[in-house]
C-alpha cells in the first residue's frame, strides 16, 4: 500500500527550541494534514494544507504543502513541555479517496 | 456537543474468540471511518461507511473482518476468531461530510489478543 516516509522518528529537545519534522512520499497527494497523539488518545489534527506550495500557521506551528505536492513539513516554534507526543503526518492521495495514509510518526520528547 | 466515542476503550479476548468495537459518531456526522494502529506505527485505512452502506472497504482483511453503520445505532467492526496478531488500538473517526479534513478521531480501543 501507499507509504508516508516522516522523519525524524524521534527529537530530545530543550524547552524553548525549535523543531521541524517531514513526510515525503512517491506518490502525489491533494491533502496534507498534521496530527498530534497523547498517550492512550486518538489523533488531534493541528494543520490541514489544500494546494501545493501552501504556507499555513497554527500558533507556534508552521506547515507547508510542498510544491511537488509529494512532501510537507511541520514546524515547531519555542517548544513547551505541552509539546510532548508522537506527531504525524496524513494525506489524501490524488483520485478523491477520502482514506488517509499515515506517517509512521516522530515521538517528541521536550526536557523543561 | 460530544466527541466520538468509542467502547470498550480496553478489550481483552483470548485467541479464537469475536471481538465487537463500537463507535458512536459525534452529532450530525454520517460518515465513519476505521483505521488500525500497530504498535510503534502509524494508522493505516480499514474502512469507511455512511449509513448502511460500505463505501471504501480496501483495507480490511479479506477474512474475519467486517463493518457495519446501520441506520439506527453505532457503527460496529467485528473481528471474528481473533488471533495474536489482531492485537493493535482501533480507532474510529467521524465526519459530517465525505471530507479528509473533517475527520475528527475518537479515543480508540486497545484490543489485547492473549
Known amino acids: 500500500g501507499q507509504q508516508l516516509n516522516q522523519s525524524p522518528q524521534s527529537m530530545f529537545i530543550q524547552e524553548g527550541e525549535d523543531v521541524s519534522m517531514n513526510c515525503t512520499s512517491s506518490?502525489?497527494?491533494?491533502?496534507w494534514l498534521w496530527y498530534k497523539q497523547d498517550p492512550g488518545e486518538g489523533p488531534v489534527l493541528l494543520i490541514a494544507?489544500?494546494?501545493?506550495?501552501e504556507l499555513t500557521s497554527n500558533g507556534r506551528l508552521t506547515a507547508q504543502f510542498g510544491i511537488t505536492r509529494k512532501d510537507s513539513f511541520l514546524n515547531i516554534s519555542a517548544s513547551i513541555p505541552s509539546d510532548v507526543g508522537i506527531y504525524f503526518c496524513?494525506?489524501?492521495?490524488?483520485?478523491?479517496?477520502?482514506?488517509?495514509?499515515f506517517g509512521k510518526g516522530m515521538k517528541l520528547t521536550v526536557n523543561p | 456537543n460530544a466527541g466520538v466515542m468509542q467502547n470498550p476503550r480496553h478489550l481483552v479476548r483470548r485467541r479464537g474468540q469475536e471481538a465487537r468495537l463500537r463507535c458512536s459518531p459525534m452529532?450530525?456526522?454520517?460518515?465513519v471511518y476505521w483505521y488500525r494502529q500497530l504498535p510503534e506505527e502509524g494508522l493505516k485505512f480499514m474502512v469507511y461507511?455512511?449509513?448502511?452502506?460500505?463505501?471504501?472497504e480496501s483495507g480490511m482483511p479479506k477474512e474475519r473482518f467486517s463493518a457495519e453503520f446501520p441506520k439506527e445505532g453505532p457503527s460496529i467492526l467485528r473481528i471474528q476468531q481473533v488471533v495474536r496478531g489482531d492485537s493493535a488500538a482501533y480507532f474510529c473517526?467521524?465526519?459530517?461530510?465525505?471530507?479528509?479534513?473533517?475527520?475528527?478521531f475518537g479515543p480508540g480501543t486497545r484490543l489485547t489478543v492473549l
Open positions: 473517526a467521524s465526519s459530517r461530510l465525505s471530507s479528509v479534513n473533517e475527520q475528527f
Open positions: 506518490s502525489i497527494f491533494n491533502t
Open positions: 494544507l489544500y494546494k501545493a506550495g
Open positions: 496524513a494525506g489524501a492521495l490524488q483520485g478523491g479517496s477520502e482514506k488517509l495514509v
Open positions: 452529532k450530525g456526522h454520517s460518515h
Open positions: 461507511l455512511q449509513k448502511e452502506n460500505i463505501i471504501d
